[in-house]
């Protein structure tokens, strides 16, 4: 008879000590807790969003045990309606939300488009251009012009020895012819677009 208690002692405790180990088992936190995919390049992520899903991840993380421990509900498998269930059970799935929302931020990132600044000298030489553009023949001897002083301007720190008057005589005409001849270009001593091109380069 006392062996047949004994046993029966052993299998009451043998059972209680299964369902407190399933227990534990199914709420310990390495099968508990929302993990990473493994397929979230965290190196390559916006360092902000990356934070933001840590946090999310910790606050549904911290919920759901939370729940669990303090009040017996199962957020993820919840076994009545109560409304304190659901209650807890819609605010896990809102935490769950933003867990999602970070982690699709964080497997796409923006791509940041950054606007470059023209620099002054560049901002300088679209103006020349535009000049240009609009009255092409202001370069002839004789001429005397804004367009022209930017010419000479040109012309003197690419080393030609001539007055910056914004006066087209023949010294800006021969350095000019002289520049282009030095490039390869058609020599006519005239202004055009390709040499005004090569003397903004």
Same mark, same amino acid.
């Given at each position: 008879m006392k062996q047949i208690i004994i046993f029966l002692l052993?299998?009451?405790?043998?059972?209680?000590?299964?369902?407190?180990?399933?227990?534990?088992q199914r709420f310990s936190l390495e099968n508990y807790e929302y993990k990473i995919p493994s397929d979230i390049d965290i190196n390559n992520a =916006?360092?902000?969003?990356?934070? $933001?899903?840590? @946090?999310?991840?910790? %606050? /549904?993380?911290?919920?759901?045990?939370?729940?669990?421990?303090?009040?017996?509900? =199962?957020?993820?498998?919840?076994? $009545?309606?109560? @409304?304190?269930?659901? %209650? /807890?059970?819609?605010?896990?799935?809102?935490?769950?939300?933003?867990?999602?929302y970070y982690e699709a931020l964080v497997k796409n990132p923006k791509t940041e488009v950054v606007e470059t600044n023209p620099s002054k000298l560049e901002r300088k030489k679209e103006l020349i251009k535009r000049m240009f553009k609009d009255n092409p023949n202001s370069i002839r001897l004789g001429e005397g012009s804004p367009m022209v002083y930017e010419i000479q301007r040109l012309l003197i720190n690419k080393g030609y020895q001539i007055e910056h008057d914004g006066?087209?005589?023949?010294?800006?005409?021969?350095?000019?012819?002289?520049?282009?001849?030095?490039?390869?270009?058609?020599?006519?001593?005239?202004?055009?677009?390709i040499t005004l091109a090569i003397l903004l380069d």
């Open positions: 052993v299998v009451i405790l043998g059972i209680i000590g299964y369902n407190l180990y399933n227990k534990y =916006d360092r902000g969003d990356l934070l $933001n899903y840590y @946090e999310a991840i910790e %606050a /549904a993380n911290g919920y759901l045990i939370t729940q669990w421990s303090a009040n017996s509900i =199962d957020v993820r498998n919840p076994k $009545n309606d109560r @409304e304190t269930t659901v %209650a /807890a059970v819609n605010e896990y799935r809102k935490k769950l939300a933003a867990v999602g006066l087209f005589k023949n010294e800006t005409f021969n350095a000019l012819k002289s520049f282009e001849e030095k490039h390869g270009l058609f020599v006519d001593g005239k202004l055009d677009a």
